[in-house]
């Protein structure tokens, strides 16, 4: 048995995130998907890590100055 | 018509168009060259799906008939073209790369597919790609991926991986790609062709399956430049069909490159070193070292470089990434909960990811969107255009492939698609082993005319096309 400490959330926690989701996953799903999810799990632990003061939400593109002179 | 002689298929649309306008080459003939150029090559490079010989070969005894008849209406008119498999074609099977819509036949064209038949281009078929425009080459979708032409042990880059296959090794004049992250200008670069995505809204998305959609684009990949031009001049501009179109009246893209001359001088080239030209950036030394030889050139030509600085470039990724994931979730819910084994591994992994993140994550990756706009709004009022590469890295090698690596590491290439920033992606030379790199020109919004003067500065002084691939 290994004391080393699994990274980011623990498989019972993963599984239970998937079943919330409704994914429908066996073990072994779980097992093989977690290793991407702590990969991916790097990126939102970025964005909730920046301090974006009263930055709004950007939603779609909308150009917020005026158009080229081309356009 | 009269019929010309070997190598149709390495015609450019714009000399191809000059020849079928002046009726000096027929469309069937020229149909014909490609057909024959695909049973050739396609067990090779597996870029096409669906090859749709015997429609093409009508289409184009119709374009013959317009065109002998005095009805030439362009320069897309007897054209052959293709479509990533996942524009929408009425009566043909568009599958999106996957088992779960293998049998899918669309009732309708997707506005794209209809305006480049209209301008009276010949649809050749229709071409791989990663699985629902996400992830890479996985063996396990019931489509071999697609492989490069300037080394067919490599990659070509995706999602729109057979569209840049095929063009680079003349199986059709040009193809339709479509843009998340970079799926359009990631294989034009890795395959040495031009790809562009325009500015959001300025190209339809009708009819075209969803990963992301306020974040998904639809372009073009060609050979040239001049070719980029006169293909997104086909399909550019409102759609009723498509809320998100402008209805800002559509450039003759084209036009404005013969007016321009190629003349680049006075214009402010942004270049954003501290995230793009990083020492521990992760970037491909030849790759840097390429398109640092291209500022020199486009220095040379007259542009006025000036380094600036965007702090958020670094999230720009993770937001990009988390938006993605959680649309593409959105999307695929019903069918990722039912029928989870008829997608390929990859892409069933990272679509299960996306039902994974939370409001919370989505709603600050979108925060981060709003901060990065204002921050290139700034930008673009000191400099015309940013040019940055491509690409970090040339064609990956199947053997060996890390299918993460697409999560590690910066892309250069989303940055545009967060933004909705038109960009354009041209050849910019070589590795030592032969492999393409790409040199990257972003935008104003809707300032499409801005990035193809400079990408066409470029290429013409460069003469990157010049040179074709070793594949047969």
Redo the contacts between chains.
């Keep these: 048995m290994s004391s080393a400490k699994e990274p980011g959330v623990s498989l019972e926690e993963f599984r239970l ?2 079943e919330r ?5 066996t073990t072994q799903e779980l097992e ?2 977690k290793p ?2 702590d ?2 799990a ?3 632990e ?3 890590s ?1 301090d ?1 003061g009263a ?7 909308h ?3 005026p ?2 002179p ?2 | 018509m009269a019929t010309t002689n070997a190598d149709l298929h390495y015609l450019t649309i714009s000399q191809a168009g000059a020849l079928l306008q002046r009726q000096e080459l027929s469309p069937v003939e020229l149909t014909r060259a490609f057909l024959n150029r695909i049973e050739a090559t396609n067990d090779q490079l597996h870029s096409f799906i669906t090859i749709l010989s015997e429609q093409a070969l009508a289409d184009a005894r119709v374009a013959e008939a317009e065109i002998l008849q005095g009805h030439y209406k362009g320069p897309m008119h007897g054209i052959p073209f293709a479509l990533k498999d996942l524009y929408d074609t009425a009566g043909i099977r568009t599958t999106s790369g996957s088992q779960v819509d293998i049998d899918r036949v669309p009732a309708e064209d997707a506005t794209t597919t209809a305006r480049l038949k209209n301008a009276g281009g010949i649809l050749l078929g229709k071409l791989a790609m990663h699985e629902y425009a996400l992830g890479g080459p996985d063996f396990t979708t019931p489509f071999a991926p697609a492989r490069n032409p300037w080394n067919l042990d490599h990659i070509t880059g995706g999602s729109s991986s057979g569209s840049g296959a095929a063009v680079a090794s003349g199986q059709c004049m040009g193809a339709l790609g479509s843009c998340t992250g970079g799926s359009i200008r990631g294989p034009a670069s890795l395959c040495g062709i031009v790809g562009i995505k325009a500015t959001y809204g300025r190209v339809s998305r009708a009819g075209v399956v969803t990963l992301s959609w306020s974040q998904d684009h639809c372009g073009p990949m060609t050979w040239t430049v001049e070719d980029a031009a006169h293909m997104l001049g086909a399909i550019a501009g409102y759609d009723p069909r498509d809320p998100t179109t402008s209805a800002a009246p559509v450039p003759n893209y084209a036009a404005g490159l013969k007016q321009d001359n190629q003349n680049i001088r006075g214009v402010t080239i942004g270049v954003p070193r501290h995230f793009f030209f990083a020492a521990d950036g992760g970037a491909n030394p030849e790759t840097l070292a390429a398109v640092e030889k291209g500022l020199t050139v486009l220095e040379g030509l007259g542009a006025h470089l000036e380094e600036v600085t965007i702090p958020s470039l670094e999230y720009v990724r993770a937001a990009n990434t988390v938006i993605m994931l959680s649309e593409a979730f959105a999307f695929h819910e019903k069918n990722l909960k039912s029928r989870a084994n008829e997608f390929g591994e990859m892409v069933r992994a990272r679509f299960r990811i996306g039902g994974l993140l939370t409001a919370s994550d989505y709603v600050q990756a979108q925060r981060v969107r709003k901060l990065f706009n204002r921050e290139l709004a700034q930008t673009f009022q000191k400099v015309d255009v940013l040019v940055t590469p491509t690409m970090t890295q040339p064609a990956a090698a199947f053997e060996g492939y890390d299918a993460t690596s697409t999560v590690r590491g910066p892309s250069f290439t989303a940055p545009f698609n967060l933004s909705g920033l038109p960009a354009i992606s041209v050849p910019a030379g070589f590795t030592a082993s032969g492999l393409p790199i790409g040199l990257q020109v972003a935008g104003k919004p809707f300032d499409e005319p801005g990035i193809f003067r400079v990408a066409y500065a470029y290429e013409q002084a460069t003469r990157w096309f010049d040179q074709r691939p070793p594949f047969m």
Aim: hydrophobic share 50%.
């Design positions: 995130m998937a989701a409704g994914l429908g996953m093989d998907l991407l999810y990969l991916y790097q990126h939102t970025i964005l909730h920046i974006l930055e709004e939400m950007g939603m779609t593109f150009p917020d100055w158009p080229a081309h356009a």
